[in-house]
């Protein structure tokens, strides 16, 4: 997954990496490589990807739903001065 919440699969690497052998100059006389399951493996350890699960709430939000509510919650803080809103987690106040 990357930083957005895209799910990024081994498939979509390979498909990538094809992608941009073919739109890379320097590489249009070469013959083009499979990117097998080795390949993947080799440059998943090369630039420290690994498989991250998604734990409690996070693997379950309807991300449609979460939008609504937080155009909902930020008209509800309008309603209030800066300094009277604060944020309290599940670890403490933040």
């Given at each position: 997954?990357n ?27 070469l ?64």
């Amino acid at each position: 997954m990357n930083r957005k919440g895209v799910i990024v699969t081994g498939y979509i690497l390979k498909e990538m990496a094809s992608s941009f052998w073919d739109k890379l100059s320097q590489y249009s006389t070469l013959p083009k490589p499979v990117f097998s399951e080795g390949w993947l493996i080799n440059f998943k350890a090369r630039h420290a990807i690994s498989y991250k699960r998604r734990y409690n709430e996070a693997a379950t939000v309807d991300r449609i739903q979460l939008k609504s509510d937080l155009a909902s919650i930020r008209e509800e803080l309008l309603r209030y001065y800066l300094n009277d809103i604060y944020n309290i987690d599940e670890i403490g106040l933040f």
